[in-house]
């Protein structure tokens, strides 16, 4: 007989599997920072610094205030722990993750390889120069590798050769992170970044499936077949065999969540066998627009009846809540959202718009204050302005008096 959770266990269990109700008094560090990344199994890189940078937020948003200098020693140099690869988006991931893609890699070559008028068939020697300086020169930015097809166009990016050909080759799996520099990318051969021991290591593509549904099983704790298919970008098919075999091997439990299925229904979902069930939920945190709590938008809608899109594409005038806009965890439930803005310039963590949530709690608002004083104290900001836009909006500055 298939086993029933309830809504509000089955919420309790996806917020505990990502790392949420166990912070400490202590201040985060290192080992905190590395149990995090390896429970959670990956931070999405966006480039938007409106607030803070995206994969800085999952951190603070469960373990607190931290030393973001910290997760940079996570991510760079010889002894770095991640790596970046395409695994949900950009992203960093442990670097025991990075031959599970070994398959993706090959699809990509073979992608470009299969018709002589992609962009890497027409620039073969433009690929092999950037590999001979690359073996020359150690790892290196975009910026820095000097080229006479290194020229930039467009507003925004201005991809040069340079940096589609270097783009084209991690994708490959040819080159890899080294780290990065302001932010930017910087590029350096495996040989050079990873040790020996992963080098060697390769993984056929059923296997890793498996091991990347089970890994994406853990990070939800529970969820349907494309849920746990969605963290890794994952093809369904193939997908749903691995689940299948983890169900067999007694990994995953098969269970039944009431309104999975629509309302008024049981959906078809599945538990991971070392899933926490937590009788509590004491969350209280504002979530990155890329955090996997809520970036899959139609498990936000079915775990906490939020719906929810990033503004930042959509004309000003056709905004609805406002630019950078994150979701509000309290408890266990989404309780609104913020508009946010970190103006370094003038020390002022900026409230550009609070909203509740129709079911949000009375004491959303003070609940909401401690989390942005502590947010701005994060940020090194003197002050919290919020501006009066959102039905929260005066409720909150009311709170920050």
């Known amino acids: 007989m298939v086993q029933s959770v309830s809504p509000a266990l089955a919420r309790r269990i996806a917020l ?10 202590a201040t985060p560090g290192i080992r905190q920072l590395d149990a995090l990344v390896n429970r959670i199994e990956l931070l999405q890189i966006d480039s938007v610094n409106v607030f803070e940078r995206s994969h800085y937020l999952p951190a603070f948003s469960r373990l607190g205030a931290y030393d973001k200098a910290q997760l940079d020693r996570l991510t760079s140099g010889r002894e770095a722990r991640f790596t970046e690869y395409w695994a949900h988006e950009a992203s960093f991931v442990p670097l025991d993750t990075w031959p599970l893609f070994g398959w993706r890699m090959q699809h990509y070559r073979d992608q470009a390889g299969g018709t002589p008028d992609t962009w890497a068939a027409a620039n073969q020697p433009m690929l092999d120069w950037l590999l001979a300086e690359l073996a020359e020169k150690g790892p290196l930015p975009a910026s820095a590798i000097e080229h006479d097809a ?18 084209v080759l991690f994708r490959w799996g040819d080159v890899v992170s080294a780290g990065r520099r302001r932010f930017e990318r910087v590029y350096g051969l495996p040989e050079q970044v990873f040790p020996a021991e992963l080098l060697g290591r390769r993984v056929d593509r059923a296997d890793a499936h498996r091991e990347l549904i089970s890994r994406s099983a853990r990070a939800h704790g529970i969820g349907t077949a494309k849920d746990f298919a969605d963290y890794f970008r994952l093809k369904s098919v193939p997908a749903l065999a691995a689940v299948r075999e983890l169900e067999e091997a007694g990994e995953l439990i098969p269970v039944e969540v009431a309104g999975w299925g629509g309302p008024g229904k049981a959906g078809a979902a599945w538990l991971h066998r070392d899933a926490r069930l937590p009788r509590s939920m004491d969350a209280a945190a504002v979530l990155s627009p890329f955090d996997p709590v809520v970036w899959e938008r139609a498990r936000a809608l079915r775990l906490f009846d939020f719906h929810y899109r990033i503004e930042i594409y959509t004309p000003q005038p056709k905004r609805v809540f406002g630019y950078y806009v994150l979701p509000v965890l309290i408890g266990d439930t989404i309780v609104g959202r913020v508009d946010l803005k970190n103006d370094r310039q003038s020390g002022v963590l900026r409230v550009q718009a609070a909203w509740a949530e129709p079911d949000a709690p009375a004491d959303t608002a003070g609940r909401l204050a401690a989390v942005l004083r ?3 104290a994060w940020q090194g900001l003197d002050e919290i302005a919020v501006v009066r836009r959102g039905n929260l909006a005066a409720g909150l500055a009311a709170e920050l008096v």
């Open 374 to 376: 502590e947010t701005a």
């Open 150 to 167: 290194n020229k930039r166009s467009g507003p925004w990016w201005g991809w040069s050769d340079v940096k589609t050909g270097l783009e």
């Open 16 to 25: 505990a599997a990502q790392g949420f109700g166990r912070r400490s008094a």
